[in-house]
């Protein structure tokens, strides 16, 4: 008891660690260990950069190219907002993730993107000047400690895609960003002859499969890539995405995915969590603590490792901020032997201590610390079991025959009068549970 780690969960680590079974090899299936996460295995999501005049080209005539992508490959496709002006849009391919697949649909559905891109600039290169044709760009956002999870340990993983494709692959600095980017956003770049660009993307996707993302977080890109740049929100381009059919709720109108995300999408859950597969590094309270990405990664670990890569990127300001829980959704916050609490430091990235509410009878304090992106997303997880709790607790007789909450996709959750987030507090204080729970929860 005296030992136990209030501040990271670190001793609920080790019992809850996901376990994926290694590789595929043939046709064998990919062996996954009983526990499982919320949502289970997540959705693979990938931002590649597209020239502003090509996106005419993904979409096809009357909408029939993307269409087509979205029925073979069952991904969604969406060409996020950008300002007016700009040079170049976000094209975001999401799909739930296969992992006995060689090619997951998230993947496919952005190769066959990419291959309808370079296919159009090769076209060009009949009307490039003598010495300019051969060579072409491509561009995906990611978080900040993705890119340097492909950066690899001294360079070693971008390397071998460098090798395997002949091409030049390379983070960008922070300067190189796009106005609507994320702030934990880094730009990757391939340069090379269209093939070679093509295979290193297919590498590179291969490598960022395992950063799986709960299903609510997709809709927080466009949000968040919109309200990063608030001066430009009044003259946003309308949002144009396709999906399967089969992937929204009944009340979408006017066919399958077109239009504003609104006709189809209640307000995000404001989550902005990576699920780590068991092959990633070990977790972050685990690791020398630097500056902790919104993605539960360090993100300035290994981002300079390569020749090809330039500055690496700040370390994010940490802020703290507290909710006032009623004691009565203890159980669901914390979870049974501190499963609920440990899946929330883990998802979020954020530290995570509860502490008896003093002077408030019948609640008690959690005290989040972090990145402003994992603050909010440890706040949103903390909401998501409550609204769970209260919703078995409304209906317990009913039989459980719809999808887990955690597990919805879309669907939102309602909001709690009750939780409120303070200001900044005192940071370094420090509660526990024991104090307020004794041994019944564990601890």
Excluded at 17 to 28: Q, Y
Aim: hydrophobic share 35%; aromatic share 6%.
């Amino acid at each position: 008891m005296a030992e136990m780690d209030q501040n990271t969960g670190g001793e609920h680590e080790a019992e809850e660690t996901i376990e994926i079974e290694a590789e595929v090899h043939g046709g064998e299936e990919a062996v996954v260990a009983e526990k499982k996460w919320p949502g289970w295995p997540g959705e693979s999501v990938f931002r590649m950069l597209v020239p502003a005049q090509k996106v005419g080209g993904i979409i096809g005539r009357k909408g029939e190219f993307i269409k087509k992508i979205v029925e073979e490959t069952r991904a969604r496709v969406k060409i996020l907002d950008g300002p007016p002006g700009t040079v170049q849009r976000a094209v975001m391919i999401s799909a739930k993730e296969e992992p006995g697949s060689s090619v997951p649909p998230a993947v496919d559905g952005l190769l066959r993107i990419h291959k309808r891109i370079i296919d159009g600039l090769e076209s060009d290169f009949t009307h490039a000047p003598s010495g300019v044709a051969g060579k072409v760009s491509t561009k995906l956002l990611v978080p900040a400690s993705q890119a340097g999870s492909l950066i690899g340990k001294q360079g070693g993983t971008v390397k071998s895609i460098q090798e395997a494709s002949n091409c030049i692959v390379r983070v960008l600095g922070a300067e190189d960003l796009p106005i609507f980017a994320l702030q934990d956003d880094r730009v990757v770049e391939v340069v090379g002859d269209p093939a070679g660009v093509h295979k290193a993307l297919e590498l590179i996707a291969s490598h960022l499969r395992k950063f799986l993302v709960d299903r609510g977080v997709i809709p927080i890109f466009e949000m968040n890539m919109q309200t990063a740049n608030p001066h430009h929100a009044e003259h946003m381009p309308p949002h144009q995405s396709w999906g399967p059919s089969q992937g929204l709720p009944p009340n979408v109108g006017g066919g399958p995915g077109f239009g504003p995300p609104s006709q189809y999408m209640p307000p995000p859950r404001q989550l902005d969590s990576y699920y780590p597969s068991a092959e990633m590094p070990p977790p972050v309270d685990r690791q020398p603590h630097q500056g902790i990405s919104a993605y539960g990664r360090d993100a300035s670990i290994g981002v300079h490792a390569s020749s090809n890569t330039q500055s690496a990127p700040s370390i994010v300001t940490q802020i703290t901020q507290q909710m006032q829980i009623p004691l009565s959704y203890a159980d669901a916050v914390i979870g049974t032997a501190g499963a609920s609490i440990s899946y929330i430091r883990r998802a979020s990235g954020a530290t995570v201590t509860i502490q008896e509410a003093r002077g408030v009878p019948g609640e008690m304090t959690v005290e989040i610390s972090g990145t402003a992106s994992q603050v909010q997303t440890a706040q949103q997880l903390i909401q998501n079991f409550m609204a769970e709790a209260a919703a078995a607790a409304a209906a317990p007789a009913q039989p459980q025959t719809t999808v887990p909450a955690a597990d919805q996709g879309y669907n939102s959750y309602p909001a709690h009068g009750s939780v409120y987030a303070s200001p900044p507090s005192n940071p370094g204080h420090a509660g526990g549970y024991g104090s307020v729970y004794g041994a019944n929860y564990g601890y």
